[in-house]
């Protein structure tokens, strides 16, 4: 009988490859070829146990064929097994869906205020500790690496750094793999504090997540494609909260992109974190032309890091949310806000699989 999951025969090689190379120390020598390649082999270990367990669940089935020709108890039970084995063929087909390959990485979270002013302030803080949340139930660490708070306590724009603090294992531990779906407008319709006649307004936050390299060699970036201002940073209404000037803009000259930082007090570490950021937006830019190269069928149909989309509605009176791309909807919005994001990213995950699978004619 042929297999038709021959497409899988060179995945298990490569698997057993990288093993071998695991194995040798010199490999651990080099930092970044190690972490390269454990990377690789955690998700192939993936391919490795869905093909093995669909090989038996197969073998099971085809022996027991053979012995209901002359036993009946063997012919009761082939329902089951086949079942079994087609569960085990679909887990098969999707773990040898593409995966992305940052799928790994750590990330940058950028959420800024969009329209509503002061409630839209309010509803960044409220993303920022249903982010933060979220991560401490994924064990993730967590760096607020700059901010700018509003007058009522919100924020204007916030950084933070997401980091896995174990291997990558299952490839939906990684933090990328889960927040990459996060870009985009989240909107919240609720009274604000600022209503005095009880009216629901709708406001909107826009969530961008970066990819961050692994190193600072990953993005090549010429100083002389540089521009550097200093000035005096300042806090919530823009009273002054330093008299140095500490506060660092790097402009990237090729790109136009520009990060600014104030958070430090000291001009080299704000230096250091903008240059932190600016590096993830060049790797998230040089990956958005990647992709827009590609053909369509390769493309994620569930769209990563475009802000201008709206993604998601918060509605606080009805303790409801909605994610708009997936159709998702439950009425646990408090839990969600306490960090209870995973059916909601589940449900993103799905909606991409699915489309890639439907791409691939599977």
Known sequence: MSNPFAAAEPL?????????????PEVHADAARARKLGRRYAELGQVVAAYRAWR???????????LAQTDTAFAAELPSLRGAADGAAERLRRVLV?????????VILEIKAGEGGEESALFVG???RMYLRYAERRRWSTEIIESTESDLGGYKDVHVAVKSRGTLGDLG???WASLK?????????RVPVTESQGRIHTSAAGVLVLPEPEDDAEVAIDQNDLRIDVYRSSGPGGQSVNTTDSAVRITHLPTGIT???????????????????LRARLLAA?????????????????????????IRTYNYPENRIADHRTGYKAYNLDAVLDGDLDPVVRSAIDADEAAQLAAAGS
Do not use: F, W
Not at 56 to 66: G, I, P, R, Y
Not at 182 to 187: A, M, Q, S
């Open 173 to 175: 531990q990684g933090v």
């Open 12 to 24: 298990l090689a490569e698997h057993a490859m990288i093993e071998s190379q695991l194995s040798a």
């Open 126 to 128: 409220d993303l920022l």
């Open 259 to 277: 990060v600014s930082m104030q958070n430090e007090k000291s001009q080299l570490q704000n230096r250091e974190q903008a240059m932190r950021v």
């Open 286 to 310: 040089k990956q958005e032309e990647a992709a827009a190269a590609a053909s369509e069928a390769r493309r994620s149909q569930v769209r990563t890091v475009d802000r201008s989309e709206r």
């Open 98 to 106: 593409p995966r992305d390959p940052d799928d790994g990485r750590d």
């Open 56 to 66: 038996a669940a197969t073998d099971d089935v085809e022996d027991a064929t053979e």
């Open 181 to 189: 779906y996060e870009g985009g407008v989240h909107r919240v319709q």
